[in-house]
């Protein structure tokens, strides 16, 4: 462990140096890429001094137990023992976790898409209340939530909700609620008290900086149109409303939350390079089959990954068959519990993958 801690603190310091280079910070990407690199090594090197403290005070402790000239020391030094050796195996646990490799696109912002799928106004309804969880979710975070564009449902919720989620590694959280959510309960308009399954699709694309994708603005038809929906003097009358068309894949991005024109591409163009991202990111992962196995967050996007079931007040994860009596607090945002199970049973199985690594 001190060799690996050693060869992260050799390193960490060539990037202390690289980062306050001239031409280093001329270069936007490099720069970015190397500053994030400097963050996450440095979070090792600090680990690995208290590592590096506990080692020593365990060899002064022995030798001072082999000389055993004075026995009041030995006794302290046998004390001391006891308590530094389960830190130091707690502490090693810890380092190895952090020794795995780190996903890039874990620290970025994110772009959340909602779609009712089957059970009709039911399962609009029920994008809506994904929709508060996640929002709710997030503020606990203390993380900001924007909205790009949505799309009402006839009898309340969302047909489509599409947001954004900017803050400290969303990505490497958010990740894990891609998938199709299923919810089993009693509709609003259900008279005779049955229970009906719904389910909405919930797609997390990491928002891809100006310099991930090279958006080629030739290929990007722009139309300009009225805001509809509720609103202020902007709706219908002026043409701030963005839906892009890109034509090399046919995508459309639509855009109308803000007043401004100006703001409503910025955001439309933040999720077609998102989209296109995403689309690289699922060839890559296809490409590499064992990674896609070993990780928990990827997987067949039309997959039923969660079930919210609302006679027995469970809420089940499909995926390591997590099962939790709470689903009034789940519901309400309190979805902490299962991304760290998640991200456990994933770096649990990183671990195994990368033996040689660690």
Not at 26 to 50: F, H, P, S
Not at 319 to 324: D, K, P, Q, V
Request: charged share 30%; net charge negative; aromatic share 6%.
């Amino acid at each position: 462990m001190l060799e690996k801690i050693q060869i992260i603190k050799q390193r960490f310091d060539e990037v202390s140096d690289l980062i306050i280079q001239p031409d280093i910070i001329m270069d936007q990407k490099r720069y970015v890429k190397l500053n994030k690199e400097y963050k996450d090594l440095k979070k090792i090197v600090d680990k690995g001094e208290v590592y590096k403290t506990l080692t020593n005070n365990i060899a002064e402790a022995e030798e001072i137990i082999t000389d055993g000239s004075d026995a009041e020391m030995v006794e302290m030094a046998k004390l001391e023992i006891d308590e530094a050796k389960p830190q130091l195996a707690e502490l090693e646990e810890e380092i190895r976790f952090m020794l795995i490799p780190k996903d890039p696109d874990d620290a970025k912002n994110v772009v959340v898409e909602l779609r009712a799928g089957t059970g009709g106004d039911e399962a609009s309804i029920f994008a809506g209340d994904l929709y508060r969880m996640y929002t709710k979710y997030c503020e606990g975070r203390g993380w900001n939530v924007s909205v790009v564009d949505f799309n009402d449902g006839t009898s309340g919720g969302f047909k489509e909700m599409i947001f954004e989620v900017s803050g400290e590694d969303v990505y490497g959280t958010m990740k894990f609620e891609a998938g199709v959510h299923r919810v089993q309960r009693v509709p609003q308009t259900e008279t005779q008290g049955r229970v009906h399954t719904s389910a909405a699709t919930v797609m997390v694309l990491p928002e891809a900086e100006e310099f991930d994708v090279e958006l080629d603005m030739s290929e990007v038809r722009i139309e300009r149109t009225t805001s509809t929906g509720p609103g202020g003097q902007s709706v219908n009358t002026t043409y701030s409303a963005i839906k892009l068309h890109h034509e090399p894949t046919g995508m459309i991005v639509s855009c109308q939350d803000q007043k401004s024109s100006h703001k409503n591409l910025e955001k439309a163009l933040k999720v077609l390079r998102s989209r296109l991202y995403d689309l690289e990111l699922a060839k890559k992962q296809a490409a590499d089959s064992e990674k896609r196995k070993s990780m928990v967050s990827s997987g067949d996007r039309s997959a039923k990954i969660r079930t919210y079931n609302y006679p027995q007040g469970r809420v089940t994860d499909h995926r390591i068959g997590l099962t939790l009596y709470d689903l009034s607090n789940i519901i309400n945002g309190d979805i902490q519990k299962i991304v760290d199970e998640l991200m456990l049973a994933e770096n649990t199985e990183l671990l195994k993958a990368n033996d040689d690594v660690i």
